[in-house]
């Protein structure tokens, strides 16, 4: 069975501040896909990476970035120079590659992001 | 501009009524899904349906139902008998390739059902 752990359930940080989101995940799988989502105040849940078991490389993108190791089992999220816009609630989640709507995403209980002025 | 959309944004219903929450796209998904979020927790997949005509269960289907007569459309009701339906509803879709190939759900606003 697959399972994705977010320890962290709150964060407060001030803005300019750098901060790491954790995610640790399980699965018997050796293909498989992560994600992680963003959820604003309004509730839609916004795709921010797809991730694939066999690409570790790491990922940057703007003042996000991303560092799978599989070794640990871990896909962290780090924000650097975090600003109130960040204010969320994250989402990990993990996906077996089973094909189509087949391939159900499994999430974590999400860590709610706090950046004061 | 293309994308998912939810209505109504809030509901409130009560006891005893079954009540159906709207999922309409025009991505040209193949494969739609309803999730529910409740306060503190992950999402929980209800329903999903790869092609028209079919849906599959997914972990906490009891006391829902669903139809997908359309390609775009993927209405949710749910029934007096869910227990405890009060809850946040996430509809998603994506394009379900298939082949072992995993796509990204992307998902809709969401109507925040209340049971008075």
């Known amino acids: 069975a697959q399972k994705v752990t977010q320890a962290q359930t709150e964060i407060s940080v001030v803005e300019k501040e750098d901060v790491t989101l954790d995610c640790v995940y399980e699965?018997?799988?050796?293909?498989?896909?992560l994600f992680w989502y963003k959820q604003p105040p309004s509730g839609e849940l916004v795709f921010l990476i797809r991730r694939n078991s066999f690409d570790e490389q790491n990922e940057i993108s703007g003042r996000y970035s991303w560092n799978f190791q599989k070794s640990t089992s871990s896909f962290n999220f780090t924000i650097t120079a975090s600003q109130v816009v960040d204010s969320a609630v994250y989402f990990c989640a993990l996906s077996e590659a089973k094909g189509g709507a087949n391939s159900k995403l499994t999430f974590g209980k999400g860590i709610t992001l706090s950046v004061r002025p | 501009d293309g994308g998912i959309t939810q209505s109504p944004k809030y509901l409130f219903r009560k006891e005893g009524q079954n009540v159906t929450l709207s999922c309409e796209q025009n991505l040209n998904h193949d494969a739609m899904y309803w999730y529910r979020q409740d306060p503190g927790q992950g999402l929980r997949l209800i329903y999903y349906?790869?092609?028209?005509?079919?849906?599959q269960k997914g972990d906490i289907a009891e006391g829902y139902s669903v139809s997908r007569e359309k390609k775009e459309s993927f209405p949710l009701t749910v029934t007096s008998a869910q227990k405890n339906p009060t809850a946040f509803y996430l509809c998603a879709s994506s394009p379900a390739q298939g082949g072992g190939y995993t796509d990204t759900q992307y998902f809709g606003p969401g109507t925040r059902l209340t049971v008075l």
């Open positions: 699965t018997r799988d050796t293909t498989y896909y």
């Open positions: 349906s790869q092609i028209v005509n079919d849906f």
